[in-house]
Nanobody
Framework: QVRLVESGGGLVQAGGSLRLSCAASGSILAINAMRWYRQVPGKERELVASLDSGGNTGYADSVKGRFTISRDNAKNTVSLQMNSLKPEDTAGYYC???????????????WGQGTQVTVSS
């Protein structure tokens, strides 16, 4: 059974930095893409950053230039380096991945449990 587990969230002052990590474990044949989302209670979940198997990245305009997504293929992990944090970055952050677990089948999408990031002014 595939699991995604996030870590690295916490409380930080505006202008500070945090690094989030997400580790995928289980029977994994391939990871096609990994992503980070964030969500504030009562609002839609927002795509923050994405990284596909070819190394292509994408970022929400609100975080471009401040956040960097990276991946360690050997360890099946994805990280989100967050610099110059702002109070509006406060949210629950969720890891997401498209993972092939059985040969010949289309990938499934998995979610982590989330980790809270709070940025104080």
């Amino acid at each position: 059974q595939v699991r995604l587990v996030e870590s690295g969230g916490g409380l930080v002052q505006a202008g500070g930095s945090l690094r989030l990590s997400c580790a995928a474990s289980g029977s994994i044949l391939a990871i096609n893409a990994m992503r980070w989302y964030r969500q504030v209670p009562g609002k839609e979940r927002e795509l923050v950053a994405s990284l596909d198997s070819g190394g292509n990245t994408g970022y929400a305009d609100s975080v471009k230039g401040r956040f960097t997504i990276s991946r360690d293929n050997a360890k099946n992990t994805v990280s989100l380096q967050m610099n110059s944090l702002k109070p509006e970055d406060t949210a629950g952050y969720y890891c997401n991945a498209d993972i092939v677990v059985v040969a010949g089948l289309y990938h499934n999408t998995y979610w982590g449990q989330g980790t809270q990031v709070t940025v104080s002014s």
